[in-house]
């Protein structure tokens, strides 16, 4: 959807442009809105423009500036502008299923955060992140398996934690190709080049889903052993 706007500068100047495009998604509540634009700026030596938009939503009603720069093309006199960036940018929290909160909520903290990083484009920490959520998931996960050897396991590197103390094969497999390119992230060289850091996503949600299906099943053996049938 295009807009025609008025923007002006620091001066009092102003000039007609038209937007290319307007955003369609809040990036706080992160609903489909047809946000208001409620103040429009040209930063004329630095060939940008900002519009203040406004969520219309009525749990959400935040303001927010989306960027654009000028596209090199003009329709009906005016020249058009395409969108850039919005900002500030709320990271989306992911849930994950109560076992692996009651296990593991430092896991869940550190994943949210890793987020949060990838959220606000600070790539370089998103892997580093991850890796550290990982670690504690396993240890904690281990740790609920095998309550006497808490103090080793913590005490375990992930690696040989994992091929000690984590017997689920799902688990297990997922869990050390997590931990590879999660070593990929914090080391100077990558040894997986062909694999980033949205498989590394990827493998610790796997691990997630595994865990969760372990603790489940446990729960329900557990519960009905003596069904008399
Ligand atoms: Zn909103």
Known sequence: MKLDVQVKDLGGGHEDIRLADIPDICPRCHRSVHPKHVCMSLLRERRLCQIAFRCIHQKCQELFVATYQPLNSSSAGRNEYGLTGLAPLSARQTEFPETIQDVSPTFVDIFNQAVVAESQD????????????????????????????????????????????????????????????????????????????????????????????????????????????
Request: aromatic share 8%; hydrophobic share 40%; proline share 1%.
């Open 122 to 229: 600070l790539t370089q920490l998103v892997g580093i992140g991850l890796r550290k959520s990982l670690e504690f998931l396993i240890k904690d996960f281990a740790s609920s398996e095998h309550p006497d050897q808490e103090a080793q396991i913590r005490a375990t590197q992930l690696g040989s934690c994992i091929s000690q103390f984590v017997s689920d094969t799902n688990v297990k497999e997922c869990a050390k190709r997590a931990a590879w390119l999660g070593n990929d992230e914090t080391h100077y060289t990558r040894k997986w080049e062909s694999k980033d850091v949205s498989d590394l996503k990827l493998l610790v949600k796997l691990t997630v889903n595994w865990i969760d299906n372990v603790l489940l099943t446990k729960k329900y053996v557990a519960e009905m052993q003596a069904s008399g049938a």
